[in-house]
């Protein structure tokens, strides 16, 4: 088949972004059931575990019954921004999915080869940062036009969490750029493969693998820094007012960015689809794709049941005084070992 | 098809413009420069200049635009009744720069076009990741430090503009007892530091805060 036709390149376009989008919502689904059951077995409890084999049918059994809510909008709220903020947070959250890789180029019967990825361009990486930030207009959106002083500070606290965080994030990924030299993320998975998974570049960059994984939870917020939540001192924060459908947006943005910051984990580091086998059963990297982002979804829930929250002076002096010049110092020892490198082999 | 997304980006970018100066809410004003932002970076996409338009995201709709919607929330400016028209040369000014801006516009479609036609065209790099590093780093370097020290410049005068050498207001009064403050208070340099400082008595307090004590309870007689 043609697959440079413009018409049948746009049909596919249309069929891989609906897989990936309902890969990613079903991706969803079994981390809010794999939260709650894990949760419930660090904390010695059952979990939910009737709707369904082993409570599988949970996520979907909650979904309906949070859409059946009365969808409220508080009075004296500003309607209009009110509305958009959900909107905000779940389209950023979902565009952020177009870059990633989930496998190699594959070749499948009667089909022909195609590689499993929805878009391809050089700044794939610029463009996930970029999406993520505009991500935090979601929040603090929702948090100011609630009108609701708990959901304000709540939007405060997180626009204040993510501004600062972001610097750490992005700095902390330089490191990567700087070894690979390219900023596609299809490239930078592909320089990984090989020498049985000695090139990837967790092992070249342990220091930035470190401060993205911190930067990222904050990012995301999530314990230990989930501040802007923090449900017993602001009652949910920002999305106090929000029910219904909205809230369902919101529980979606927060879980689909978990995954996305899972994937950039996963692609950048730890190799991607790499593994072994791949280079004979191309089909098979898909698999140890979604098990290395399954394990930082795991590693998520880990926290959550073990680490208390941060105080916010202490999570304001950590990403600042130590995050953001440990990236900085990454980025220095990264670029002086290249230039060394460079050097010697003159 | 270029055309096309040129033509739906621009308006959108035009639109936004348009509702940003027409909003007298400043939140929804903020929002539409946000959407002028997006609307101008995806341009930037259709003129094969996918890092220049990443970067507008980042640092303007990302950066700059949540501290102008982070002061807004912060000031929670009020919709207020249109003000007294203070400043009034501006008027006629604005409609001076604007027949200004229109010349300019003229002049260049009528005798930069009309000189010599060059389209970049699909080989141009001008926008890539590449070619603008070597620039900044090759024949751009003084200019790209200079701004950086600018930057930095601007950065440590609105520090220094806006730490304050004292927190506490001139009527801040002292409970009368032992107590414990955290170092943030006594010490305004010391800002986010809440390891606590306590004092025996009132006095050494007052002393401590730099509160008249003394005066104080004076006043309560």
Redesign the interface.
């Known amino acids: 088949m043609d697959w440079n036709n413009q018409y049948i390149h746009s049909v596919v376009l249309i069929v891989a972004i609906t897989i990936a989008f309902l890969t990613i919502m079903l991706l969803v689904a079994a981390t809010v059931l794999a939260e709650r059951r894990v949760l419930a077995f660090i904390q010695g409890r059952l979990g939910p575990n009737r709707v369904g084999y082993g409570g599988v049918l949970q996520p979907f059994a909650d979904f309906i019954k949070t859409m059946m809510k009365e969808d409220l909008v508080p009075d004296q709220s500003?309607r209009f921004?009110f509305l958009?903020a959900p909107m905000i947070a779940i389209i950023t959250a979902i565009m952020a999915i177009v870059v990633y890789p989930f496998g190699p180029t594959i070749t499948l019967p009667f089909l022909g080869t195609f590689p499993l990825r929805i878009a391809q361009?050089?700044?794939a990486l610029?463009?996930v940062?970029?999406?993520?930030?505009?991500g935090?207009?979601g929040i603090?959106?929702a948090?100011?036009s609630s009108n609701n002083k708990y959901s304000?500070m709540g939007?405060?606290r997180s626009?204040?969490q993510?501004?600062s965080y972001?610097l750490a994030l992005?700095l902390s990924l330089i490191g990567v750029i700087l070894l690979s030299g390219t900023?596609d993320i299809y490239q930078i998975v592909e320089q990984q493969s090989g020498w049985y998974g000695l090139q990837w570049n967790i092992l070249y960059q342990p220091l930035g693998f470190i401060l993205y994984l911190i930067a990222a939870i904050a990012e995301t917020n999530r314990v230990p820094f989930d501040l802007p939540e923090a449900e017993t001192e602001l009652v949910a924060g920002f999305h106090t007012e929000y029910s219904s459908i909205k809230f369902l947006l919101f529980f979606n943005a927060e879980y689909i960015n978990m995954i996305t910051v899972s994937m950039l984990a996963t692609t950048l580091f730890l190799g991607g689809w790499n593994g072994p086998g791949v280079a004979q059963f191309p089909l098979l990297g898909v698999v140890y794709f979604f098990a290395k982002i399954l394990f930082f979804l795991f590693l998520y829930i880990w926290l959550r049941g073990t680490l208390p929250r941060f105080r916010f002076?202490q999570l304001?002096?950590f990403g600042w005084k130590f995050l953001l010049p440990a990236a900085i110092l990454n980025i220095v020892l990264t670029a002086t070992v290249l230039f060394l490198m460079d050097w010697l082999r003159r | 098809m270029t055309t096309l997304l040129f033509i739906i980006f621009a308006g959108l970018a035009i639109g936004s413009a348009i509702a940003m100066v027409s909003q007298s809410n400043p939140?929804?004003s903020a929002?539409s420069l946000?959407g002028v932002f997006?609307s101008l970076?995806s341009i930037y996409v259709t003129l094969a200049a996918?890092?220049i338009?990443?970067?507008q995201?980042?640092v303007y709709?990302?950066?700059i635009m949540?501290?102008v919607?982070?002061v807004i929330?912060?000031l929670n400016v009020e919709h207020s009744a249109p003000r007294r028209r203070r400043l009034k040369f501006l008027l006629p000014m604005s409609i001076g720069m604007a027949g200004i801006l229109l010349a300019e516009t003229a002049f260049i479609l009528y005798s930069v076009q009309t000189a010599e036609n060059r389209l970049p065209g699909n080989i141009s790099n001008v926008g890539?990741?590449h070619s603008i590093g070597e620039g900044l780093f090759t024949s751009y370097l003084l200019p790209f430090e200079v701004t950086s020290i600018l930057l930095l410049m601007a950065i440590v005068g609105a520090m220094s503009l806006a730490r304050r050498t004292t927190i506490l207001s001139s009527t801040a009064r002292v409970v009368p007892g032992a107590q414990v403050l955290a170092m943030d208070i006594v010490n305004p340099r010391a800002v986010?530091d809440?390891r606590p400082v306590e004092t025996e008595t009132t006095h050494e307090a007052a002393h401590l805060l730099g509160v008249d004590f003394q005066s104080d309870r004076n006043q309560e007689d």
């Open positions: 500003t921004v958009l361009f050089d700044v610029l463009y940062l970029g999406v993520t930030s505009v935090v207009y603090a959106l948090g100011w304000l939007g405060l626009s204040a993510m501004i972001e992005g900023l002076d304001m002096n | 939140l929804y929002i946000i997006i970076a996918p890092f338009a990443a970067v995201v980042i709709a990302g950066a949540v501290l919607i982070f929330m912060l890539l990741t986010g809440m």
